[in-house]
């Protein structure tokens, strides 16, 4: 018998994918809670606390970026789209919308319970690690808490900013590349995925209030990558040593 790892919610308004997919999931051993629109799926997260969403882009009634936005006001479950196109247009729409990965039809069992176990372990290896609070004048990172505040206010961040915020904010004052940041955040079969990185950065900027010409947080270096300036751990209560 194989051993049970968790709960997925699969929302797809194709029933035979669905089904599909359902029968996938649960021969590797997860088990699966199915929606076939947006509207049941919001429902189910009302009683229900996946590990994972596997969300449908293109959907009737809501679609599969208003849906995940919705559950980003409440939640910070892992989603992994699923798009029909490959065009850089929609994966950036779906990372837009707060989305952590996403896969594009048609896909293999292979490549699909691949992500499933990349998303999982970057999330679960991530929430394990009990980390200081990082200060910076009114900006305080609390990634033990998943908190994030500017001048008092909490600023609401989703799984992968959190993410992406903390490995910024570990190497201060250290230029990472663009591949080492995607690599990872995102998990190395994204290495090479520019688009999506200047993405994120740029939500991040915009929700920190970050201007990009004279950043205080996240400092372009054209050519070799991001830094996050070095005084913000002139600051640090607590920290472990960078890189460690």
């Known amino acids: 018998m194989s051993l049970r790892k968790g709960l997925v919610l699969v929302v797809d ?18 088990q699966v809670l ?24 293109r959907m009737p009634g809501i679609d ?14 892992p989603i992994i789209m699923i798009t029909a196109k490959a065009e850089v247009e929609e994966k950036a729409n779906g990372l837009d919308a707060g989305a952590d990965d996403y896969i594009t039809k048609p896909f293999s069992v292979q490549e699909l319970t691949a992500r499933i176990k990349a998303v999982l372990r ?19 990172i609390d990634f033990a808490q998943h908190t994030v505040t500017l001048g008092g206010e909490e600023i609401v961040l989703s799984a992968t900013e959190h993410r992406l915020l903390y490995y910024l904010a570990r190497h201060a004052g250290q230029v ?15 290495i090479g995925e520019h688009h999506t990185l200047r993405v994120n950065i740029a939500r991040l900027r915009q929700k920190l209030g970050d201007d990009p010409k004279k950043p205080k947080f996240i400092a372009t270096r054209v050519g070799m ?19 460690k």
């Open 13 to 30: 308004d194709d029933r035979h994918i669905l089904r599909m997919m359902h029968i996938i999931l649960e021969t590797e051993g997860y």
């Open 34 to 57: 199915t929606a076939a629109d947006g509207k049941t799926a919001l429902e189910i997260l009302d009683t229900q606390r996946p590990e994972l969403v596997l969300l449908d882009v």
């Open 64 to 77: 599969g970026y208003t849906v995940c936005r919705q559950i980003r006001a409440f939640s910070q479950v």
């Open 122 to 140: 970057r999330t679960r290896s991530w929430d394990e690690r009990t980390e200081p609070v990082f200060r910076s004048g009114d900006l305080v």
């Open 176 to 190: 990472i590349t663009p591949d080492q940041i995607l690599e990872m955040v995102w998990g190395e079969q994204h």
């Open 225 to 243: 990558g991001y830094e996050f300036p070095k005084n913000l751990m002139g600051s640090v209560s607590q920290a472990s040593p960078v890189g």
